[in-house]
Each structure stands twice: as C-alpha cells, then as structure tokens.
Nanobody, 124 residues
Framework: QVKVVESGGGLVQAGGSLRLSCSVSGLTFHGYAMAWFRQAPGKEREAVSYINYNSGTTDYADSVKGRFTISRDNAKSTLYLQMNSLKLEDTAMYYC?????????????????WGQGTLVTVSS
C-alpha cells in the first residue's frame, strides 16, 4: 500500500532553518503533485506549499513566501521543504500529501494520500 512518511521536524530557534523530508512508496511518485500542509495548535490546517509532478510549478502560502522552498527528487521519491528564517507562528504539525492534479492546490480534499505529520516547534 501507499506509504507517506515525513521526517525532519524538531525544535528550532526563531530565525533558524530546518529541512523537512517526505518519503513516498507504493505510488508512482513522478505522476503526482505534492504539497505540504500544516496545522498549528488551535488552528485549522492550512496549505503551505505545492509542487507539480515534474517541479515545473511551485506555489506557496503568502505567510511563507520567500522563506520556504519546496522541491522534489523523483528518482528518490522524496519531497522536501526547506524552511528558513523560521518564525514562532511557523510552529505546527507539518503534513505531506499527494494528489493527481489538485485544483486548487490548496484544497485538502484534492489530496488522496497523507503522511502522519512531523512536528516543527519554533522557540524564541
């Protein structure tokens, strides 16, 4: 079956950096668009970043634009999120998700496969 596993979360200081990874198996990775979502304590889950099947298109939430970079390595069936200049408000559980061709990319219900999440905590 499909397995989606995030890693790389942890505790970092504000202004620091962290790189999340998402390893996918049981799925033709290069045929799927991928995205990162996050859910902060007491808040709704929100879309963070998106990348299409061949890295030709990326998109970001306004709140992370210029600070986060999404990328993928189809040969390794792995998705990444490089997070720089982290802020306290970036604290959240981060989820990796896969979709065929999500429209809009921010719609949770467009994503068929989800990971269990990796926790990012940003401290002052």
């Amino acid at each position: 079956q499909v397995k989606v596993v995030e890693s790389g979360g942890g505790l970092v200081q504000a202004g620091g950096s962290l790189r999340l990874s998402c390893s996918v198996s049981g799925l033709t990775f290069h045929g799927y668009a991928m995205a990162w979502f996050r859910q902060a304590p007491g808040k709704e889950r929100e879309a963070v970043s998106y990348i299409n099947y061949n890295s030709g298109t990326t998109d970001y939430a306004d709140s992370v634009k210029g600070r986060f970079t999404i990328s993928r390595d189809n040969a390794k069936s792995t998705l990444y999120l490089q997070m720089n200049s982290l802020k306290l408000e970036d604290t959240a559980m981060y989820y990796c998700a896969a979709a065929g061709d999500p429209r809009p990319w921010t719609a949770e219900n467009e994503y068929r496969y989800w990971g269990q999440g990796t926790l990012v905590t940003v401290s002052s």
